[in-house]
């Protein structure tokens, strides 16, 4: 069993204890000792069902951890629960363990660290430096998520649109980042083969292969968000020969397959506008009318959202005029993140370069960067000069 493998089997492995109504921490750490027992058997006879012996020897080991807190009560668990001989079980238990580890009494980013630590089966020292804190930090932060689900009653997988959200904001974090190579743990691919999980254990939801499409079709366009220097490119400037074509073909197949289900959502929307963006071989060639139609389709699904209203504006200055779209983000809450930077990028097209370039600045003091800071205090610095084109004395 190589270390591939054993990865794979994991959370699979993870899930069937916890079905079994084993407590979640007690069954990972069964199931890591189990793991240990697989790399010291790395060089012998490899079994004939690795997911068998696996469940199998962490079960052992979860009854041999109960055993030394209480012999007697253990053994009348081992009595009841002890499953009947016979073939590993089957069954996915991918999104029953998803849903435990994105349950709604936990903080965003304690599900996200819960999730690559029991269903992506990252270290806690590999997540800490994905999210760049230290590992105790995390290891603190994974400890509480544990005990917030202590005691909660886990027979059936829960609300997949919880399992969604998580899954989006982990991509969106990991697709953020300026350099993914600076971590082992690159959370933008441990989203995507997350949700490629999620995908086969729930065949036929739409929203789920919507968000799946989503990813792909940014991650796409990964390679030239930024140059050789790690400066930021922003999508008009990027070099598109870089963008990865056989990931958009499979973005587009798989919203394509979405969509004719007739039952829209809001992950196929934005999909459908990313797969906008990249079916244009030019930033000048962008189909702006059919990318605002999506986006008036994406505030039905979530009406008054200001990060979708936000970016409509940007499609509405393209088909109507900077004008008409810098109307629309004066009317958002000025601390909105990135509102001064997408109407300084309107500003600027409506020609009123001294007024983008302060926006530019105000915007820069809000970065969530060093990449965009960089990026947004070079186009302030850009425009101040096309506004007073004079040399210096």
Known sequence: MDEHLLRELTPQVLGVLVRRGADFAAAEDAVQDALVEAVRRRNGEAPDDPKAWLVTAAWRKFLDARRSASARALREVAV?????????????????LLSRCCHPALTP???????????GGLT?????????????????????????LAG????????????????????????????PGAADADLAVEAIRLTRQLAASVPGDPEVAGLLALMLLHHARRAARFDASGELVPLARQDRSRWDTAMIAEGVELLQGALVRDRLGEYQAQAAIAALHDDAPSAEETDWPQI?????????????????????????????G?????????ELAPGLPRREAVAAYLQERAGDYAGAARRYAAAAEAASSTAELTHLLKQAARLNRAADPRPPD
């Open 152 to 179: 909660e009653s886990f027979e059936r997988p829960g609300d997949v649109r919880a399992v969604l959200r998580v899954l989006y904001l982990m991509f969106d974090q990991g697709f953020a980042a300026g350099d």
């Open 322 to 330: 900077p004008l008409a779209g810098l109307r629309l983000v004066e």
């Open 80 to 96: 009841t629960l002890e499953p009947p001989p016979g073939p590993a079980e089957q069954a996915d238990d991918t999104l029953l």
């Open 124 to 148: 806690t020292a590999q997540i800490a430096r994905a999210f760049l804190v230290p590992e105790a930090t995390m290891a603190q932060r994974i400890s509480r998520a544990k005990r917030t």
């Open 109 to 119: 980013a304690s599900a996200i660290a819960l999730t690559l630590r029991a269903v």
């Open 292 to 320: 605002l139609e999506w986006y008036d389709e994406l505030l039905r699904l979530v009406p008054g959202n200001p990060v979708v209203v936000l970016n409509r504006a940007v499609a509405v200055g393209h088909v109507d």
